[in-house]
């Protein structure tokens, strides 16, 4: 059996795409992670980097030195699904792990909200 995802009522679905993207140079918006807030509590780069070590936190957040993450907040919608932001991550090339190169590979990262209504 099938079901119908128009028809049901109040359902939400965050959905991540991850597709690998080259740019000539840092994207002009804000730096860091897609903030949350929820209630009173917000989740920034600042909050995310204490749950990893400081090895990780780095590769993941970047440093005020060498960030590696930008976002976008946005309001696309099309038929059922909500754009509300993007996100780019810059990772290392495999290859050169150690030599921290201005040409990295980049990642972006699209974040979805699926709403019904």
Do not use: N
Not at 8 to 19: D, F
Not at 53 to 69: K, N
Not at 98 to 116: C, F, K, M, P, Y
């Amino acid at each position: 059996m099938t079901t119908d995802i128009d028809s049901i009522t109040g359902v939400r679905q965050t959905v991540a795409v991850v597709l690998p993207v080259r740019l000539p140079s840092p994207p002009p918006w804000a730096e860091g992670p897609i903030p949350f807030e929820l209630d009173s509590r917000r989740t920034d780069a600042a909050t995310r980097q204490t749950y990893y070590t400081p090895a990780a936190a780095r590769a993941l957040y970047g440093t005020r030195e060498r960030p590696c993450r930008w976002h976008r907040f946005t309001d696309i919608t099309h038929r059922s699904l909500h754009l509300h932001g993007m996100e780019i991550l810059r990772t290392v090339k495999t290859q050169d792990r150690s030599a921290h190169r201005a040409d990295r590979t980049r990642v972006g990262v699209v974040q979805e909200q699926l709403q019904h209504r």
